[in-house]
């Protein structure tokens, strides 16, 4: 199935090269603002496509409602290469290799980088498919505070490592033949979605970004 602009809501051009930065959101925060302007940059990109999902099957209790958080990540997000969307509601897709598999038939030409952090990377091998991420769609690694050595030392790191391009190499990543992938390390502001939600927990506070 492919789809057209009217109906995901944005459109990309063949041969840009897009970031797709996926993760629940819940909430959004200046962490995740400043990890997309810094894979913008290294990584070269014309655009950075964070996908809110619908679900993480990776975690036991479900996020707040889709609406609020696409809300929230519109509001903290205001970049004019950055595109927030609800693809996977959309593609009905729960993971990440099915869903980047629908983005590239829908928009063909265009050149992606799946992003993550180096946290994300540590655990990347109990994703579903994660070997079909890593052999379709080149990959950039971006550090967080406290988890560069699990990440370089992860399963996926060891079992691709004739792979990983030097971070030298980043602007290149996104038209390197798969598999590759660059890690690189940026200065990072120590947040998380889920400190968050636990501070608001322990104060007693609703979601400061929940719509009324």
Known sequence: MTWDAYETGFALAPGQKVGVFGGSFDPPHAGHVHITLEALRRFRLDRVLWLVSPGNPLKPHGPAPLAQRLAASRAIMQHPKVIVSDFEAIAGTRYTASTLRALQKAYRGAHFVWLMGADNLAQFHRWEDWRGIMDSTPVGVLARPGSRL??????????????????????????????????????????????LRRGRADSGESDPDALA
Do not use: K, N, Q
Not at 157 to 169: C, D, E, M, N, W
């Open 150 to 195: 699990a990440g370089r030392g992860s399963v996926a790191a060891t079992v691709y490592g004739s792979a990983r391009l030097p971070a030298r190499s980043a602007p290149l990543l996104a038209m390197h033949r798969a598999p590759a992938w660059c890690f690189v390390d940026v200065p990072m502001i120590d947040l998380s979605s889920t400190e």
